[in-house]
């Protein structure tokens, strides 16, 4: 434990998603330390988040307008639509540069332990945008796990829709994994999603 502000500031640090009381420390430290750290502009730029950050009307995706990038860009299919929990999952699957249709927020996922049921994601939002017709797919991307596989479950009963396919994303052996080291489920996956090998 150190004294007054210097213990608020390790504590407030440690307080963030994926940053333990070790790496606050550190973090508070760097501040301290190195003299050319602009503190004040770390200040502005979390000041400004919070006044210019919004979610988009229409996805839920980050923006600073009332619709991000994605959203506007009219060279993105219409047709298809991918599901993810978070915003940050958009970004991951942006990397890929392999899709390019639009993308619906949910918001996190189904968690009963949680107290998280579909009426606390933006699952009536995601439906309201299917009913147009315009929309041939649905891509259902969300995370791997109990919540993910719980939310995707439902989904897949809530969009049954003539001339509608709900798709999910495949999972199963990471790249450069090793065989002895998967789990269960993740070996299993991988057994349902095999696939032709063409020669």
């Given at each position: 434990m150190y004294e007054g502000i210097i213990q608020e500031l390790i504590d407030e640090l440690g307080r963030l998603p994926g940053i333990g009381p070790k790496s606050a420390q550190r973090i508070a430290f760097h501040i301290l330390q190195t003299e050319t750290y602009d503190v004040t502009r770390?200040?502005?730029?979390?000041?400004?988040?919070?006044?210019?950050?919004?979610?988009?009307e229409i996805c839920g995706n980050v923006a600073e307008e009332a619709t991000c990038s994605i959203c506007r860009d009219p060279r993105r299919s219409p047709a298809t639509i991918c599901v993810v929990e978070?915003?940050?999952?958009?970004?991951?699957?942006e990397r890929t540069r392999e899709f390019r249709g639009l993308y619906h927020v949910l918001g996190g996922a189904i968690?009963?332990?949680?107290?998280?049921?579909?009426?606390?994601?933006?699952?009536?939002s995601l439906v309201?945008?299917?009913?147009?017709?315009?929309?041939?797919?649905?891509?259902?991307?969300?995370?791997?796990?109990?919540?993910?596989?719980?939310?995707?479950?439902?989904l897949t009963r809530l969009l049954v829709q003539p001339n509608l396919r709900v798709t999910r994303l495949a999972s199963g052996l990471p790249v450069g994994g090793d065989l002895e080291y998967a789990d269960e489920v993740t070996l299993g996956r991988a057994f349902e999603g095999r696939r032709l090998v063409q020669h």
């Open positions: 770390l200040a502005e730029v979390l000041l400004e988040i919070r006044e210019k950050v919004r979610f988009c978070e915003a940050k999952d958009v970004v991951a699957i968690s009963p332990i949680d107290g998280v049921g579909p009426d606390d994601l933006r699952i009536r309201q945008r299917l009913a147009d017709g315009v929309v041939t797919e649905v891509i259902i991307a969300t995370d791997p796990n109990l919540e993910g596989e719980a939310t995707a479950t439902y």
